[in-house]
């Protein structure tokens, strides 16, 4: 028969054994694509991508992560007031209408 294998669905001649005669045809054509493709996408694997930054000293960097915790704590207290809003809400209405 050769490398390749190929189930006989002779027995199925109705709707169901005709589609998966095809989908098994088209997922075989499908894997000779990815070979192809697989080494054409990810040939730059060598390079790396290097940043470069001023060095920054202990007291800005203190602020930094100061600046960025206040940052976060403000909108966390947003997203959760909003939150509460919404499901007192929802609440409400719920308790109108039912």
Known sequence: M?????YNLKVMSFG??????????SNRIL???RDRLKHRLFT????KL????KKISPFELRRLTKKLKR???????????????????LVLV???FI
Do not use: C, D, P, W
């Open 2 to 6: 050769g490398s390749k294998k190929y």
């Open 16 to 25: 169901v054994g005709q589609s998966a005669m095809s989908s098994m045809k």
């Open 31 to 33: 894997l000779s694509k």
């Open 44 to 47: 730059n694997k060598t390079n």
């Open 50 to 53: 290097e940043f470069k930054a």
């Open 71 to 89: 940052e976060h704590r403000r909108s966390l207290i947003n997203r959760s007031i909003v939150v509460i809003l919404i499901m007192s809400i």
């Open 94 to 96: 719920i308790y109108f």
